[in-house]
C-alpha cells in the first residue's frame, strides 16, 4: 500500500464539548487512504466522537474535519460524500432495526442507496453469503447473537460500496472466532478494494496490533500516532496493552502496570459451587444445554464466551433467578432453592449493569444493601465503613453514582456485593466498558478477595486476558461448555501458545458440528463480485425510491409493536365510545321517590306526570323524612317530592299549596338539568290541571315562542359530541405517532441512519407520514361507521367530499405530530408535549364547546388557524347539515393550507446531523 | 414476608421520588394548580352565545328585545336578514338566530299573540337547551314590560318548592375542585407506581433485587406503600389545605373515612400500576398504554357525568373498575356527608378488586422477572 498519498481525512484544531465535558480537546491528525487505522484508547476518551464528527453525522463545533477532499462543514459536501462513506455506529446493532428481519434492513439500507430489487437481491445474497449470515436472512436482527448483529451491521455499511468505512468499536462483545471471521472480512475487502479506507476503533488491544496504524487517545487528546510496531519500539513495551498505558501520563498509570495473582493454593477440596448437568430452554431455544462444573471454595473460576452464549443464563440459574429446565446447581452442598433465601446471604452477585440506584446516594447504596440482608442494624456503620475504606470510596460517599467515573462505580458495585461478607461472589462481566488500569485494579481487588479472604469468585468475561488471570476457566459457545481447565493446559491441548488461538479451534470445531458456515473459499468467491460493482451515481435531488423505502419501514415497524398498533387501530375506536357514552349531557332515567303524604288522586296523578317521563324513573315511595336523607345520602335517589297533607282538597278551595321538591345539588350541571325537568313538568301539570278546570282560554299569553332545533332535533346529545369526536381523534392519535416515529428513533440511535445516508428530509418525513396518514384514513372510516350503526347518528352530506377532506385533514395533523417531534428528543416527553399541544386548542379552542366566534383574543387567533376548527365545522356540517362538496371547499382550502406550512417549519428544525 | 425489607425498599422508592424533579412537580400541580383551575374552569350554564337577529318588524319592541342580549351570557347580536340566517347557522357562526316577523309589536298590543321564531343549533349542545331557556325569558320580560298593565296575570294556584341539597347555591367549582381530586389520585398511583417499577427495569436493578433475599410480594408492596402513601399525603394535604383552605369548598363528611377509603383505591389502583408497567416494559410504551386505559377510566367512571344515563352494558362493564366505586364513596362521603354505614358496599368492593388486581399483578410481576 502507498503511504504517500493524500490522506482520506485531515482534523485540525477539533474541539467537541457536550455542556461541561470536553469530549475532544484541539485534536489534530491526518488519517493515511488505503489503510486500516486503528482508534484505541478506553471507553470515554472521544474515541466515538471523533469517528461521527469525522463521518458526518454530527456538527462541528469548532475546528476543520476534511473527509475525501472536502470540507465536511458544508452541506453540499456531505452530500456528495455521503454516499462515498458508511458508519457503523457503537452498540450492537445499533443502527439497525430490530423487529425487521435481517434481509429487511438489508433492503432498506440498499433502497436508501438507491438499488432497485434486482440489484438489492443480488447485493444482499453476495453479502450474507460472504459474512456466512444467509441460513438466518429471515431472523429479525434483536434475536441475532452479538457476533451476528455486527456482521449485518458491516454488511448494511458495505451494501454501497463506500470508499472510506467508519468502525466504532464493531468487534466488542463478540467472541474471538467471529471476531476473526470479521476483520478477515474486512481484510478481503479491503485487498479487493485498495482504494478504500478503513477507521475502527477497539477496546481490544491484541487485534489492534493487525492494524497498519494506530492512533492512541486519551481523555480527548491524541496519545500518540503511528504503526504498532513504531509505537511498541517508542515506549520499549512487549505488548500494546502495556505500551498504550506507558503513553499515558504518569498520574493515571495505576499502581503497577502489571498484574500478578499468587497462584492457588490447593488442599481445599470443599466444593463450593457444583452444576451437574444444567440445561435451560427457552420454548424451542437452549440456552444453557447439560452444563456441569466444580469450584473448590477459595477458587477464581471464569467463564469465557462471547455475548449470547449462556454465561448469564447459567450465573442465573446458581442464584436462583431462574429454575433450571434439567440438572442441578449446588452452593455449599445444597441445591439451590429460588424460594431459599438463606442461601442467598452467602453470595454476592454483581451484574453487567452495575446495579446501583443511581438516586441513592454511596452510602445509601451500601446502607439499604446491608439492610436487604438483614445484618443487624448495630453492626451496620462499622460493615458500611469497613468497605469504604477497603474499596477506597471515602471521597465520594455523598455523590450519586451517575457521578463517578466507571472505574469508582465498579468498585462501589463490588462494595455493594461484598457488603454482607458473602462466601460466595458471582461476577457477570463485570469489566465491560472499563479501561485496562481500572480493570487491573479491579483484578487487584478481585484476588485480594480470593487468597485473603478465601471468597470464592466466579466471574464472566469476554477478555481474553481476563480469562487468563483465572485459576480455571471454562470455555463457552452456544450454551456448551467445551472445555474446562487453567488457560496453560488448555492453550496446550490445541498445540497453541496463546489461550485466544486455541479458543478459535474449539469454537471452529464446535461450529462445524452444528451451524452451516459456508466454505471460505465459497465467501472468497462470492466476495470480488459483491464489491466489484461501481458505486451508484451521485444521489439525484428528490428520490420516491428512498421516500417509499420509509415508509416500508415505518409500516413494518409498527406492524411489530403491539402496544403501538393497538393504539393506531383500535385506540381511536375506543375512545370514541369512551367519550362518546361517557360526555353525555343528556340526562335521563334519573331516580326519583316520592313523600306522598295526601295520598289522593290529584296527588298520585303529580307523581305519575314525573314518573310518565323518560327523565325520570320511580323508586320506591319514601316513608318519611329520615328515609329521604338516608335514600339520599347514598345516592340513590336525585330527586325527592314531597306533597304535604290536604293537597288536593287546599287545591279545589284554591287555597296556596306547595309540593317540596329537594334535588342533589352535588354535581351542579346534572342539578340544573333536574331542576328545569322538574319546572318544567310542574308548569306542565298545572296548564293541564287548569285547562281541565277553567278551559282553553285560560292560558293565553302576549306572544308564542316557536323554537326550532335545527340539525338535530330531539336535541340529542350523540348527533351534537360524536361528529365533534372524529376531528379529536383524528388529531390526537396520529399525532402522537407520527411524534413517537421520530422520537423513537432519536432515542434508539437509528437516526444516525437519516444523517449518513443520502436520505433528505422531505424524503424522510413524508416517507414516514404515508404510512400514518394511510392509518388515519382507515380509522375516519372506521369512526364513520361506528358513527352511523353503533351511535345511530343520521349522515345527510356527501361522504366523498367528506372523506376528501378527512384525507387533507389527517395530513395536516400527522405532520402536526413532526414539528413537536422536532424540538423533542425523548419519546416520553414527546407523546405528553403532543398531547398537550394538541388536546388544548382542539378541545378549547376549536368550537367543540363554544363557537369560535364567542372567543377572544389568543383563544380566537388559534382557533382561526387550527385545523381542527374546520374540520369540526366539516364534520358537523358532513353529518347534519347536508353539506356537499361546495360548503366545505373553503374549510378544506384552511386546512389544505396548514399542511405546507406545518410540514416547512419541521424541515427546517430538523437537523441532518447531532448536536 | 420480612415487612423489614418492605419498609426499607418502600424508603428507597421515596428516596427516589425525591430526586426525580418531573415526578414531584407532576404531584405538586396535580394536587394544587391542577385542581384550582380545572374546577374555575368548569363552564357556567351559558357564556358568550352567539345569537343573529332578523328584525323584520323594526318596531320599537324589537329594538328592544335585541338590545336586551348582552354578556356575560350573550356576545352582542348580529343584525341579519332572512338569506344570511341558513348560512351563517349552517357555517356554525350562530347558535341561536331569532326572527322577529313584520308587525310583531302590533300584533301583540292587538292580543294576537304573533308567534316569533328562534332556530337553534341542536349541534351546540351545552348552550341549546339552557339558552332557548334564557331567551324565552328575556323576550317575555321584554313583551311584558312593553304591555304592561294592559292585560291581568293569571296566578299559578300551586307552588313550587325547589331546593338542591348539598350545594344549595349549584356552584360548580365545589363539584369541579373534589372531583379533580379524585382525578388526580387515580392518574398518579396509576403513573407513579408504574413509573418507578420501570426505572428499575430500565436500570437493571429488579434483577439485581432478586438475587438478593428479597421476594417479588416485597417488592410488590413495597411499592405499593411508599407510592400509595405519596399520594393518600398529597390528597389529604389537598383536601384540607387548597380545596377547604385556599378555595373555601366545603366538605361534607369525614375526611379521615374519606382516606380510609382512598387507602383500598391506592391499592387496587397501584396493583393495577405494576401490572400495566409488566405489560409496557418501557416508558414509552406505558405513557401510550396510559392513554388507552386512563380515560376510560375516568370518563366513565360516573365522576364527569352521571352513571345513568350511560348505556346499560358499559355501566356493568364499570363495575369492575375500582373507578366507579371510589367515585361512588367519595361523592357520597365528601358531597353528601355519609357514614361508614352508608358506604361498606363500595369498601367492600374496593377490597374484593384491589385484591384480586394485586394477586393478578403478582403473578405477572414473578413472570416479568424471569
Redesign the interface.
Known amino acids: 500500500m502507498t503511504g504517500d498519498r493524500a490522506p482520506v481525512a485531515t482534523v485540525r484544531k477539533l474541539t467537541l464539548r457536550y455542556g461541561d465535558i470536553t469530549a475532544l480537546d484541539d485534536v489534530t491528525l491526518d488519517i493515511p487512504a488505503g489503510r486500516m487505522v486503528g482508534l484505541i484508547g478506553p471507553d470515554g476518551v472521544g474515541k466515538s466522537s471523533l469517528l461521527s464528527l469525522l463521518a458526518g453525522a454530527r456538527v462541528i463545533q469548532d475546528g476543520d474535519v476534511h473527509v475525501l477532499g472536502g470540507d465536511m462543514r458544508d452541506a453540499g459536501h456531505r452530500r456528495q460524500a455521503g454516499p462515498r462513506i458508511a458508519y457503523m455506529p457503537q452498540g450492537l446493532g445499533k443502527n439497525l432495526y430490530p423487529t425487521l428481519s435481517v434481509q429487511e434492513n438489508l433492503d432498506f439500507f440498499g433502497s436508501l442507496f438507491g438499488h432497485d430489487k434486482a440489484e438489492r437481491a443480488r447485493r444482499s445474497d453476495d453479502l450474507l453469503g460472504a459474512t456466512g449470515m444467509l441460513p438466518f436472512r429471515d431472523r429479525p436482527a434483536a434475536k441475532l447473537s452479538g457476533g451476528m448483529k455486527q456482521k449485518l451491521g458491516l454488511c448494511c455499511a458495505l451494501i454501497h460500496d463506500p470508499d472510506f468505512l467508519i468502525l466504532d468499536e464493531p468487534t466488542t462483545g463478540v467472541d474471538p472466532l467471529a471476531r476473526r471471521q470479521f476483520w478477515d472480512l474486512i481484510a478481503r475487502i479491503s485487498a479487493e478494494r485498495p482504494q478504500m479506507s478503513v477507521i475502527t476503533a477497539t477496546a481490544y488491544m491484541e487485534e489492534a496490533a493487525d492494524f497498519d496504524w494506530l492512533v492512541a487517545m486519551n481523555a480527548g487528546r491524541v496519545l500518540a500516532a503511528d504503526t504498532p510496531g513504531a509505537l511498541l519500539a517508542q515506549t520499549r513495551a512487549k505488548t500494546l496493552d502495556d505500551a498504550f498505558i506507558a503513553l499515558l501520563p504518569e498520574e493515571d498509570r495505576g499502581e503497577d502496570a502489571t498484574l500478578v495473582i499468587p497462584p492457588y493454593q490447593g488442599g481445599n477440596d470443599e466444593i463450593a459451587i457444583e452444576a451437574e448437568g444444567l440445561t435451560r430452554r427457552f420454548g424451542d431455544f437452549t440456552a444453557v444445554d447439560n452444563v456441569s462444573f466444580r469450584i473448590r471454595r477459595g477458587e477464581i473460576f471464569g467463564f469465557l464466551g462471547s455475548n449470547g452464549c449462556g454465561k448469564t443464563v447459567t450465573m442465573k440459574m446458581l442464584t436462583g433467578l431462574l429454575e433450571p429446565s434439567e440438572g442441578h446447581a449446588k452452593l455449599f452442598g445444597h441445591e439451590v432453592d429460588a424460594s431459599n433465601i438463606a442461601v442467598r446471604r452467602r453470595v454476592g452477585f454483581m451484574s453487567q449493569s452495575f446495579s446501583l440506584y443511581s438516586e441513592l446516594t454511596v452510602l445509601q447504596n451500601l446502607e439499604l444493601h446491608a439492610r436487604l440482608f438483614s445484618m443487624e442494624e448495630a453492626a451496620i456503620p462499622a460493615r458500611v465503613q469497613a468497605m469504604i475504606d477497603r474499596f477506597g470510596l471515602g471521597d465520594v460517599t455523598h455523590s450519586l453514582p451517575d457521578d463517578l467515573p466507571l472505574g469508582i462505580r465498579q468498585r462501589l458495585s463490588l462494595a455493594v456485593a461484598m457488603i454482607h461478607g458473602p462466601e460466595i461472589l458471582i461476577l457477570d462481566e463485570p469489566t465491560s466498558g472499563v479501561d485496562p488500569v481500572a480493570r487491573n485494579g479491579f483484578w487487584r481487588s478481585l484476588a485480594e478477595l480470593s487468597r485473603n479472604d478465601g471468597v470464592t469468585i466466579f466471574v464472566s468475561t469476554h477478555f481474553m486476558n481476563e480469562a487468563e488471570w483465572c485459576d480455571r476457566i471454562s470455555l463457552m459457545h452456544a450454551g456448551h461448555v467445551m472445555v474446562t481447565g487453567t488457560a496453560k493446559e488448555i492453550a496446550a491441548s490445541k498445540g497453541h501458545d496463546t489461550l485466544e488461538a486455541a479458543f478459535i479451534e474449539y469454537l471452529e470445531e464446535a461450529i462445524g458440528e452444528d451451524e452451516a458456515t459456508p466454505a471460505p473459499e465459497a465467501a472468497a468467491q462470492a466476495l470480488p463480485e459483491a464489491v466489484a460493482d461501481a458505486a451508484p451515481g451521485a444521489p439525484s435531488g428528490f428520490s420516491l425510491r428512498r421516500l417509499l423505502s420509509y415508509s416500508q419501514l415505518e409500516a413494518l415497524q409498527l406492524r411489530r409493536d403491539p402496544i403501538r398498533l393497538a393504539m393506531a387501530l383500535i385506540g381511536s375506536l375506543l375512545l370514541m365510545i369512551v367519550i362518546g357514552f361517557g360526555i353525555n349531557m343528556d340526562v335521563e332515567d334519573l331516580s326519583f321517590a316520592a313523600l306522598d303524604r295526601d295520598q289522593t288522586t290529584a296527588s298520585r296523578d303529580y307523581i305519575e306526570n314525573i314518573a310518565g317521563s323518560r327523565y325520570f324513573i320511580e323508586k320506591p315511595p319514601l316513608t318519611g323524612y329520615d328515609d329521604l336523607d338516608a335514600q339520599m345520602r347514598a345516592g340513590r335517589i336525585s330527586l325527592a317530592i314531597e306533597i304535604p297533607p290536604g293537597f288536593a282538597s287546599d287545591i279545589a278551595r284554591g287555597r296556596d299549596v306547595a309540593v317540596g321538591a329537594w334535588y342533589d345539588g352535588a354535581a351542579p350541571q346534572r342539578a340544573n338539568t333536574v331542576q328545569g325537568y322538574v319546572q318544567g313538568m310542574h308548569a306542565d301539570w298545572i296548564q293541564r290541571h287548569m285547562r281541565e278546570a277553567f278551559g282553553a282560554a285560560a292560558l293565553a299569553g302576549d306572544f308564542q315562542l316557536i323554537t326550532r332545533y335545527r340539525y338535530n332535533p330531539d336535541v340529542v346529545s350523540i348527533i351534537a359530541i360524536v361528529p365533534a369526536v372524529i376531528p379529536i381523534l383524528l388529531l390526537v392519535i396520529p399525532a402522537m405517532l407520527t411524534t413517537l416515529s421520530v422520537a423513537r428513533e432519536r432515542e434508539l440511535g437509528s437516526i444516525i441512519n437519516f444523517y449518513v445516508t443520502p436520505v433528505t428530509r422531505v424524503e424522510f418525513l413524508i416517507g414516514k407520514q404515508l404510512p400514518y396518514i394511510a392509518i388515519g384514513m382507515l380509522n375516519f372510516f372506521l369512526m364513520f361507521v361506528m358513527a352511523r350503526i353503533l351511535f345511530g347518528v343520521p349522515f345527510s352530506g356527501s361522504l366523498t367530499a367528506f372523506t376528501l377532506a378527512a384525507l387533507v385533514y389527517v395530513t395536516a395533523t400527522t405532520a402536526l405530530g413532526f414539528l413537536v417531534s422536532v424540538f423533542i428528543a425523548s419519546q416520553v416527553a414527546a407523546l405528553f408535549a403532543t398531547a398537550l399541544l394538541t388536546l388544548i386548542p382542539a378541545v378549547s379552542y376549536s368550537g367543540l364547546i363554544d363557537p369560535v366566534a364567542s372567543l377572544a383574543g389568543f383563544g380566537r387567533v388559534i382557533g382561526t388557524i387550527y385545523p381542527t376548527t374546520w374540520f369540526i365545522t366539516v364534520a358537523r356540517g358532513a353529518f347534519s347539515k347536508s353539506f356537499g362538496l361546495a360548503e366545505m371547499i373553503q374549510p378544506m382550502l384552511a386546512m389544505g393550507l396548514a399542511v405546507p406550512v406545518i410540514l416547512v417549519t419541521a424541515m427546517l428544525f430538523l437537523k441532518k446531523q447531532a448536536r | 414476608m420480612?415487612y423489614?425489607?418492605v419498609w426499607?425498599?418502600g424508603v428507597?422508592e421515596l428516596?427516589?421520588l425525591?430526586?426525580?424533579p418531573i415526578m414531584l412537580v407532576l404531584i405538586i400541580y396535580a394536587f394544587s394548580l391542577s385542581i384550582w383551575t380545572t374546577s374555575n374552569a368548569a363552564?357556567e350554564?351559558l357564556?358568550?352565545?352567539?345569537i343573529s337577529i332578523v328584525d323584520e318588524d323594526q318596531s320599537h319592541l324589537s329594538s328592544r328585545i335585541a338590545s336586551a342580549f348582552y354578556l356575560p351570557y350573550f356576545?352582542p347580536p348580529n343584525m341579519i336578514n332572512t338569506h344570511e340566517m341558513d348560512a351563517r347557522?349552517?357555517?356554525?357562526?350562530?347558535?341561536f338566530a331569532l326572527n322577529i316577523p313584520p308587525d310583531?309589536a302590533r300584533d301583540?298590543l292587538a292580543?294576537k299573540?304573533?308567534?316569533?321564531?328562534?332556530?337553534?343549533?341542536?349541534?351546540?349542545?351545552?348552550?341549546?337547551?339552557?339558552g332557548?331557556?334564557y331567551?324565552?325569558q328575556i323576550?317575555?320580560a321584554e313583551?311584558?314590560e312593553y304591555?304592561a298593565g294592559q292585560?291581568a296575570e293569571?296566578d299559578?294556584?300551586?307552588?313550587?318548592?325547589?331546593?338542591?341539597?348539598?350545594?344549595?347555591s349549584?356552584?360548580?367549582v365545589?363539584?369541579g375542585a373534589i372531583t379533580s381530586v379524585m382525578q388526580s389520585i387515580t392518574m398518579l398511583s396509576l403513573v407513579l407506581t408504574g413509573a418507578a417499577l420501570i426505572r428499575e427495569k430500565e436500570?437493571?436493578?429488579v434483577?439485581?433485587?432478586?438475587?438478593?433475599?428479597?421476594?417479588a410480594g416485597e417488592i410488590m408492596l413495597s411499592k405499593i406503600w411508599s407510592m400509595g402513601g405519596v399520594v393518600l399525603l398529597a390528597s389529604a394535604f389537598s383536601l384540607t389545605v387548597v380545596v377547604q383552605g385556599v378555595m373555601s369548598v366545603p366538605i361534607a363528611g369525614s375526611l379521615p373515612l374519606f382516606l380510609a377509603g382512598s387507602m383500598l383505591m391506592l391499592f387496587a389502583m397501584t396493583a393495577m400500576g405494576v401490572y400495566l408497567a409488566t405489560?409496557?416494559g418501557t416508558?414509552?410504551?406505558f405513557?401510550?398504554?396510559m392513554?388507552?386505559v386512563l380515560?376510560?377510566l375516568q370518563?366513565?367512571s360516573g365522576a364527569?357525568?352521571?352513571r345513568?344515563?350511560?348505556?346499560e352494558i358499559?355501566q356493568t362493564l364499570m363495575l369492575a373498575a375500582p373507578n366507579t366505586h371510589f367515585v361512588?364513596m367519595s361523592?357520597?362521603i365528601l358531597?353528601?356527608?355519609?357514614g361508614i354505614a352508608?358506604?361498606w358496599p363500595q369498601f367492600l368492593a374496593l377490597g374484593i378488586i384491589g385484591t384480586v388486581l394485586f394477586l393478578f399483578a403478582l403473578r405477572r410481576f414473578r413472570g416479568f422477572?424471569?
Open positions: 420480612n423489614k425489607n426499607n425498599l428507597k428516596r427516589g425525591l430526586r426525580d363552564p350554564a357564556a358568550k352565545a352567539t356576545l347557522m349552517d357555517a356554525g357562526e350562530d347558535t310583531f301583540v292580543g299573540a304573533p308567534a316569533i321564531q328562534l332556530n337553534v343549533d341542536a349541534t351546540r349542545m351545552s348552550q341549546a337547551f339552557t332557548s331557556g331567551i324565552q323576550v317575555s313583551v311584558a304591555v292585560r293569571v299559578l294556584p300551586v307552588g313550587l318548592a325547589l331546593r338542591a341539597r348539598y350545594n344549595p349549584l356552584d360548580p365545589w363539584f436500570h437493571g436493578t434483577e439485581h433485587l432478586l438475587v438478593m433475599p428479597v421476594s405489560v409496557a416508558m414509552p410504551q405513557a401510550l398504554l392513554m388507552l380515560l376510560p370518563v366513565l364527569l357525568t352521571p345513568e344515563s350511560m348505556p358499559i361512588m361523592q357520597s358531597f353528601r356527608g355519609a352508608t358506604v422477572l424471569r
